[in-house]
Nanobody
């Protein structure tokens, strides 16, 4: 079955960096567009970044542009989110999402990122 497993979250000080990973299985990873979302307590889940199947095109939410980088390794069935210059307002649970050609989305369980001194 489809599985998405995020890792790499944790506690980091403001200005610090983290790299999140999302390992995929159970589907043809190279055919799926991949995204990272986040959800802070009491807030709606929001799109952070998106990457096309080959990685040739990426898009970012305005609030992370210039700080976060999404990438993927189709040989490893993994998508990454490099987060730099982290701010307290980046604190959230981060989720990866796969969108397959069928149009069906799949979600991981999420990884907690806490930015605090």
């Amino acid at each position: 079955q489809v599985q998405l497993v995020e890792s790499g979250g944790g506690l980091v000080q403001p200005g610090g960096s983290l790299r999140l990973s999302c390992a995929a299985s159970g589907f043809t990873f190279s055919s799926a567009t991949m995204s990272w979302y986040r959800q802070a307590p009491g807030k709606k889940r929001e799109l952070v970044a998106h990457i096309t199947t080959t990685g040739s095109s990426t898009n970012y939410a305005d609030f992370v542009k210039g700080r976060f980088i999404i990438s993927r390794d189709n040989a490893k069935n993994t998508v990454y989110l490099r987060m730099n210059s982290l701010k307290p307002e980046d604190t959230a649970v981060y989720y990866c999402r796969a969108l397959r050609p069928s149009g069906l989305p799949s979600w991981g369980q999420g990884t907690q990122v806490t930015v605090s001194s």
